[in-house]
């Protein structure tokens, strides 16, 4: 198979079929051997991560397929921890898509004068970051992205409505095991012009409580996958 990309976390390949294979690895973001889904760069290994995010990233893709939400999803292999996509181009150079259901993080940082850490956003708040660890992956508004020819606003619509509805199914589920979802992050592409969620639903890429306590993004996955 010819490589088309290796990242830090996921090596990807063409397939004769036309559609992409995902290889993940063991290998973690953080620093200085402690895992953290905030750091830029791989901090240490795993060992068996790389299956495990796979396994509850499938969960979440084959629950939202019964949710009649389409996505770049089309089946995987856990044991070798593969999973094949359809292909689809990135927004710009890489989009970030966040749902806020609790204000939080940099949201905090940003707009603490006018709400307090842990207060409730009704509905959930989306919001977009460009991929750039060099300018701290700056946010940018709808009417950005329409200006700088990223994507059209009823692309944007389209995504920031998908979000809504995917972060939900993701609340709903971890709610059902005694856990809340505080905020969540996603990726988007376009495959035949047509919007879908792309990449992965990991632990990773989420920010989850249990009672007044985070809970450790491993120790999610394993929550997620073992229940």
Not at 72 to 79: F, G, N, T
Not at 133 to 150: H, S
Not at 188 to 216: C, H, P, T
């Amino acid at each position: 198979m010819e490589k088309l990309y290796t990242g830090k976390t996921k090596d990807v390949y063409k397939l004769e079929n036309g559609n992409v294979m995902l290889k993940f690895k063991d290998d973690c973001t953080g620093k200085d051997g402690v895992f953290d889904p905030g750091e830029n760069s791989v901090g240490l290994t795993i060992e068996g991560i790389g299956k495990a995010n796979l396994k509850s990233s499938v969960y979440y893709f084959e629950m939202l397929k019964k949710a009649g939400i389409k996505t770049h999803y089309v089946s995987a292999d856990i044991e070798n921890a593969t999973m094949e996509v359809l292909p689809a181009t990135v927004f710009g150079h890489g989009l970030e898509v966040i749902c806020r259901l609790v204000a939080t993080g940099s949201f905090i940082r940003r707009y603490g004068e006018y709400i307090e850490n842990g207060t409730r956003l009704e509905g959930g708040y989306v919001e977009c970051t460009f991929k750039n660890d060099a300018k701290g992956d700056p946010l940018v508004t709808a009417e950005g992205l329409a200006a700088l020819g990223v994507m059209s606003m009823d692309m944007f619509n389209s995504m920031k409505e998908q979000t809504l509805k995917i972060t939900k199914v993701v609340a709903d589920d971890l709610k059902s095991i005694g856990l809340d979802l505080w905020d969540i992050k996603f990726e988007f592409g376009y495959n035949n012009g047509e919007v879908i969620l792309i990449d992965e639903i990991a632990s990773g890429n989420m920010r989850v409580y249990k009672g007044d306590k985070i809970v450790d993004p491993v120790e999610l996955t394993k929550l997620i996958n073992n229940r």
